[in-house]
């Protein structure tokens, strides 16, 4: 019965990924003045007379009447004027389109280049977010600007474009409008001033606008608008699980084994291809049971390698019927024609197995097939070879022991008594030899307990003449049972060999994976997948990342101090081109080391060597696929750096801009008081009285006090920051600290009550004395310039064996539960309900420079609100205490 044809999930997903963004038509041209913005307006007048909603985003009429005459009725958007090399530019306005958001929008000339200063570099880009907000777009875009022509079209016009468009954002166009004109009809309009100016149209025509190239462009512009038309129909039949072929175009398939004819049916695929200017897929099909030996899977990678090379799609098909799934899979894929390997004259193979080229014609229908037949010497060399058999003696002998056994077991039983049913032991030692050691050594054995079951039970015994039919009959049933068993059992075994396999390198793979997840930096990386390589391929591995525009050795396995200068040379050649290098390439193949790529979408990091000469297909693939992973690894540590050193230069950026606000708001106040206290000394001297004077001079001096205390705080936090806060430990005594920064504060703060209850035997600590008279200083200063007046604050200290306390109160409104968190902030002040402080005392670092003192004491301070009645703060500072005294 044949397999369900279900959907291409690539295909559901691309349709699904459609879902909820705008429509993308771009009106293709051969060149200028085809007529593209003409019949794109044409088609939007005809959409807004049928009731949608069409506004113009941005048209270049290059002064043609009859275009600037399709634009009039129409809703047009207003340019976004920027600023360029002292020009004002009129660019298309994105953020306008989007606000606007209507059903369809017309945005002119793709591959624009924008004008630097706006949101995108390209206008195909401003186009992919307005598609993405849900609004349908129409474009125009001449063939040329396609990435993937620019070489061929500087071939053709000896001129190098260089507004380009990726292939991609192409082929995901909804719908290719080719507006075609004959060359001769375009080269008219050009002379009759359509195109261009008369000047610059005479340059044109002696330049790009030649025949031969309109032709050319022609060509090329039909070609990728066929492309794309033919891609949508493999898509649309993929989604709606729809069997091919569809012959809209040819397709081609071809099949390649694991025999040496691998790459004559490449080759033939690839001229037939040629011949029909056809697109073409070469893909290899195998059993999920089948285990290749190493030579099949060295032809199997030549083959494919050669196809990639040679321009086609390589596929990996696997199944238990062949003939069904390459032709399942040619329907699926749309092909019309199947190129496939034919061996002549293998009589004796032929004999134990079905032709997989014939069961494919037999089974192709509407596809046509083409046979490529062996070469001669091939042919006579394969005429009576028998299939291909690895030849080992000891699961032989073993067999032979089993059925040796088997005959021992049963003479002895048939001495005892009578059994019927003695083949059953034979059957036994078939299915050990199938299950132990696979088909071959199992028809072994079949064929050995055939002769030993009827030399040794079979009457008349000791000879290998069969007296009655029934027994005959026996016999050959025996044999067929016993082939049959041995075939399906064996078949069973090499399955569950291939499935471990398969599992196993799962496993290996999922843990390689999850391995790499766990690390962060760029060389430990390196180092794990190193050695996950090296244990997977079985091969010394290197890994090179690039370092400032060269490649560095990053992990080796084994260790490896460096590579020769050849070896380099192949692996910066595989980074720059971002292609394999090496062993078993075209580029450079004499040296040994096979380098491969290290690349993701945004980046080249480096690349992958495995010293190995050969590397077949199978581990090809796998070495592909760590690769894969261990770029990703290395893309996502990478981008963890970058979020670091983003929010890193956010903060910096954040602390900056607070403290230029600060200091340009809290210096401003005691500055104005300055100057105008010493603008009136300096204006109305004479008219003073002494006692005025003495006041305005006391104001300048406490203005400038508070200035110097801000300054002094902001030098303060720098050295912090860097790192170079310079602590001159002596022994210090905290009575005499105390006393001082109190007669401060009460000078500053009269209205406030401060008391102070120290113990008698309060020791000596060793510390900076000036670093620890500003610690406490700005505690202190805190309590009473962030508390109403009248407000108590109480030092007191206590004393452990390895430090010692001291502590400020206050009685005031106290800090909010979740600001307490914030209180050691930089820039941050007026927690607390109730607060006297002023611009000019200070900028918010006063507790924050207090921290960073006692730790770098090897102490810690700490904040507790509220502490009295539901009321007050409590400031903790703790002081290491020596264990020597002075």
Known sequence: MPAELRASPDALLTRANREGRGRLKIFLGAAPGVGKTYAMLAAARAELEAGREVVVGLVETHGRRETEALVQGLEVLARKPLIYQNRVMHEFDLDAAIARKPQLILVDEYAHTNVPGGRHPKRWQDIEEILAAGIDVWTTLNVQHLESLNDVIQKITKVRVRETIPDRVFEQANEIALIDLPPDELIKRLAGGKVYVQDTATQAAANFFKPQNLKALRELALRRAAESVDSDLVG??????????????????????????????????????????????????????TVLTTGQRRNVGEALKLAESLGAETKTLVGNDLADEIVRFARFENVTQIVIGKNRGRFIAGLFRSSLPHEVLRRSGDIAVHFVSAGVEQRRADRWRLPTMQWAFAPYAWSTVAVATAVGIGLALSAITRLPNISMAFLLTVLFAAVTFGVVPAIYASILSFLAYNFFFIEPTYTFTVAEPHELFALVVFLAVAVLTSALAGRAREQAKASASRTLATRRLYDFTRKLSGLASFNDIAEAAATEIHSSIQAPTAILLDDASSLKLAAAWPPLDELDLASMSAARWAAERDEPAGAGTATLPTVAWLFVPLRTPRTKLGVVGVLQSGVDAETRALLDTLVEQTAAALERANMSGEIIDTKAAAETEKVRNTLLASISH??????????????????????????????????????????????????????????????????????????????????????????????????????????????????????????????????????????????IAD????????????????????????????????????????????????????VASPVMAGRGALFTLTFPRAKATP
């Not at 091919?244 to 690839?270: M, N, T």
């Not at 008391?755 to 670093?771: E, G």
């Not at 909010?816 to 006297?836: I, Q």
């Open 236 to 289: 649309d039949m993929q989604a709606g699980a729809i069997e091919g072929p569809w012959a809209a175009g040819e397709r081609i398939l071809a099949c390649v084994g694991a025999d040496e004819s691998a790459q004559r049916v490449v080759r033939a695929a690839k001229r037939l291809a040629d011949i029909m200017a056809a697109p073409w897929i070469v893909a290899t099909a195998e059993r999920s049971e």
């Open 811 to 862: 009685d005031g409104p106290g800090i909010a539960k979740d600001e307490l968190a914030h209180v050691f902030d930089r820039f941050v002040s007026n927690l607390r309900p109730g607060s006297t402080r002023t611009p000019s005392d200070g900028v918010g670092l006063g507790l924050a420079i207090a921290k960073g003192i006692m730790q770098a004491h090897g102490g810690q301070i700490e």
């Open 666 to 807: 809290d210096f401003r106040t005691p500055l104005a008081s300055i100057l105008g206290s010493a603008t009136s000394i300096l204006d109305y001297g004479g008219k003073l009285d002494e006692n005025a004077k003495r006041e305005l001079l006391a104001q300048i001096k406490n203005e400038a006090t508070h200035l110097d205390g801000m300054v002094r705080n902001l030098l303060s936090i720098t050295r912090i920051d860097a790192g170079g806060l310079e602590v001159r430990k002596d022994w210090v005594d905290l009575r005499e600290i105390i006393d001082r920064v109190v007669a401060t504060a009460r000078r500053a703060q009269s209205d406030h009550g401060i008391s102070v209850s120290l113990p008698q035997d309060l020791p000596l600590v060793r510390a900076d004395a000036l670093l620890a008279e500003q610690a406490v200083g700005n505690v202190l200063q805190n309590a009473v310039s962030h508390t109403p007046p009248k407000t108590s604050v109480m030092i007191s200290a206590e004393i452990a064996d390895d430090r010692i306390m001291l502590k």
